[in-house]
């Protein structure tokens, strides 16, 4: 994993600085942090000793306020968790300051509660390292050793790398250079060939999993990061996940199809990636995950030249691409070792022609620079041509030309976040010609803390919000109307958690009931009563009213299904930890419950005894979107970050956070595109993360 440290000190000022903290660290654990990158810090130093940020007049956030409870801990009596650096499907990422000896490494912390029994990953991971320990090659990041965390967790201890990953890079400085990218292409199909030879597949090959570090000498130098999901293709006593491994916009056609792959499935991912290294972008994007396979599967990738027409690529170079996208594996390249000659010649050749054109220039006496001049065409991306999550997951750090990724002062003194249209369209049942409609979110100012508000997705373009308040009333918003309905609840209990069908609502109550209430006449009717009366913290019900399933503090999930189970009749079909968020997919056939303790599992109502998904939230969760074709989970968390996980894997695709902006709900719209109920200032907003990402930045 990387860390890239931005203060100015100087080397020794930095190796003093290190040396007060395990001196301090010797005396006690910290227990403030950095609120600019989360680092850890002791209420007596004076600036952060990763970014450099001076203390605070009012001192350090508390580190007993943060959401992660990983932070500042000591693994093993021997590394103190001090920062995070990323988190996936499977593990969060952090780095960890060894007390026995002056470095730091990077830590991958994953749980063993999911599916797996902690002896069985345990068991994998060990093959894992032993499997790399194998490999002698510099370009693969090394582990050193699986810790039993004895607490449904292990934690996995690797190099730190200081250094941008390929992602960032390029995203920050445009394509790259035809001697460059092919420069670091070879590194890294060297480092894979060599794995490749001893029986393992990466599966996940994307730019945000190579780092690329910059040497002393000037020199780049490639990492490859995360063989956390590689197969061992000898190996078959250790389970694997089975079906859809990897990233969509990087995946091979065997795997957009989940069938049978082996290493060339990683060449035709290193060929995306060439692609993206040349051309700034992936060779195929979409507004939806699904199509993005599809094209995978069906449709020839495009030339390099028709996507930079500016540039002149090589005829050879536009080869050795399509014949690494080729969709038959047995079309590609046999082995990397071929690549990599074929890099060699790509090399070669530029050096002839580039010495040959230095020869005509010094003959003709011209005075014309070598190159063509500059680039007149966009090194980015055009946001309007990629909005979907998929794309925002690989494009999310890119600003738009004309939309402000923050909020920032203008000229004037203005906050550009106040320059969100007064009118916010709602689009999920337009078609794509047909004007927008305003609703009348953008008028309504909330009464009460954002924090303390709830808000659900209904039929039909509808939600409602509801407010804390005495007597409980929500609001319920209509794309045609002008203003909001009030809907009175009438309850002897507070109102906990709030759901949205077609002719009523379902509420909550602290009591452990659960009541429907008519949108037409507001009657109220019990439907339930927990036993037990700890309070109904979410609820979900389908469109039709057929379906209601409610989570409870204690942990437990009930359903009714009218057309499964009698009409009185509820059914307790989970249990675990307090339930944050729930949220039912097409059809009620799928259901994800997020819990107090940040698990996420998704079920299918017709087994919902054993999970089809599990995974991990770094935050709580506050509202949760299953999409219409069931693929993505959409989540609002409560640290104003929004997260779209791939199901059934549970892989992390984007990740949004918003410094200003208060999220309260999450839905997809009827074209798949995800969302968000905002309270921006207190006034309600209804954004599409596309929009959420233009004023905030990618985490």
């Known amino acids: 994993m990387s860390t890239k440290d931005p203060s100015t000190a100087t080397g020794q000022h ?76 499977s593990a969060e990422v952090y780095c960890a300051e060894s007390l026995s000896i002056s470095r730091q490494f990077a830590v991958k912390i994953i749980a063993t509660d999911k599916g797996q029994q902690a002896e069985q990953i345990i068991a994998r991971l060990n093959r894992e390292i032993e499997a790399l320990s194998r490999l002698r090659n510099p370009h693969i990041v090394s582990f050193y050793e699986i810790l039993d965390l004895k607490g449904k967790f292990v934690a996995a ?39 490749h030879q001893a029986g393992m597949i990466h599966r996940d090959l994307k730019p945000e999993n190579l780092m690329v570090e910059r040497l002393p000498a000037g020199d780049d130098f ?18 694997m996940t089975h079906g ?15 069938k049978k792959i082996d290493h060339r499935s990683d060449i035709y991912s290193l060929g995306a990636i060439l692609f993206f290294m040349l051309t700034g972008k992936p060779p195929f994007v979409s507004n939806n995950v699904y199509d993005v396979l599809r094209m995978h599967v069906r449709k020839q990738p495009p030339r390099l030249s028709d996507v930079r027409p500016q540039e002149l690529f090589p005829e050879y170079l536009e080869r050795l691409v399509a014949a690494m996208l080729a969709k ?41 620079a070598l190159d063509d001049g500059p680039d007149t065409g966009s090194h ?3 946001r309007e041509e990629h909005t979907s999550a998929a794309t925002l997951h690989a494009f ?34 337009q078609s794509e010609s047909s004007a927008a409609t305003a609703i009348p979110s953008a008028a309504y100012a909330l009464s009460t803390s954002s924090t303390q508000a709830r808000a659900a997705f209904g039929p039909a373009g509808r939600f409602l919000l509801l407010e804390a308040q005495d007597p409980p009333e ?46 037409t006449k507001g009657q109220s009717k019990t439907l339930f009563q927990d036993v037990r009366r700890r309070p109904i913290t979410a609820v979900a019900v389908s469109g039709n009213g057929d379906c209601v399933v409610a989570g409870s503090k204690s942990g437990r999930v009930y359903m009714h299904h009218q057309q499964r189970t009698s009409s009185s009749d509820w059914a307790r079909i989970r249990s675990g930890a307090e339930v944050n968020a729930l949220a039912l997919g097409q059809n009620a056939e799928s259901l994800a419950v997020a819990r107090a303790d940040n698990g996420i599992e998704v079920v299918s109502l017709f087994n919902p005894r054993t999970p089809t998904a599990q995974f991990r939230s770094h935050a709580p969760v506050r509202s949760m979107a299953i999409s219409p074709d069931g693929y993505l989970l959409a989540a609002a968390l409560v640290d104003r970050s929004v997260h779209l996980y791939q199901l059934p894997t549970g892989q992390k695709i984007l990740s949004l956070h918003a410094d200003d902006v208060d999220i309260l709900a999450v839905f997809f719209s009827e074209r798949a595109r995800p969302v968000a109920v905002c309270a921006v200032r207190r006034k309600i907003r209804l954004l599409e993360f596309e929009e959420l990402g233009a004023m905030t930045h990618s985490r």
Not at 164 to 192: F, K, M, V, W
Not at 222 to 239: E, K, M, Q, W
Not at 249 to 255: F, I, K
Request: aromatic share 4%.
């Open 474 to 519: 929500v609001q319920i918003f209509q794309p045609e109307a002008t203003s909001p309905t009030p809907l009175p609840i009438p309850t002897q209990a507070t109102v906990q958690a709030v759901a949205l069908a077609e002719d009523h609502v379902i509420a909550g109550h602290s009591d452990g009931s659960i009541s429907r209430v008519t949108l």
């Open 244 to 258: 859809f491994i990897g990233t969509p916009l990087y995946a091979s056609p065997e795997q957009a199809m989940a």
């Open 14 to 89: 930095l190796r003093a600085m290190r040396e007060a903290r395990r001196t301090l660290i010797k005396e006690g654990r910290p227990e403030h942090l950095c609120a600019r990158c989360g680092s850890v810090t002791f209420e007596v130093e004076e600036a952060c000793l990763h970014c450099g940020q001076a203390r605070p007049e009012k001192g350090w956030m508390a580190l007993k306020d943060s959401h992660d409870s990983w932070l500042g801990r000591l693994i093993d009596d021997r590394y103190l968790v001090t920062r995070p650096l990323g988190q996936g499907a």
């Open 157 to 195: 201890v690797m190099d730190l790398i200081d250094g941008d990953t390929l992602e960032d890079l390029i995203l920050n400085g445009g394509p790259l250079s035809i001697g460059r990218a092919c420069a670091l292409l070879r590194q890294t199909a060297n480092g894979l060939y060599e794995a």
């Open 380 to 382: 980015g991306f055009d």
């Open 222 to 239: 490639v990492h490859i990061l995360d063989f956390g999901i590689v197969r061992l293709t000898d190996d078959a006593s250790v389970s």
């Open 396 to 429: 999310g750090p890119r600003k738009p030309a004309a939309t402000p990724s923050s909020p920032r002062q203008t000229p004037h003194g203005n906050d550009q976040i106040d320059a969100i249209p007064a009118e916010i369209h709602f689009q999920g049942s």
């Open 328 to 368: 038959d594996p047995s079309q590609r390249p046999d082995d990397l070792s071929e690549v990599i000659a074929e890099l060699d010649k790509v090399q070669d050749t530029q050096m002839l022609e580039a010495r040959s054109q230095v020869r005509q220039t010094q003959v003709s006496d011209s005075h014309e």
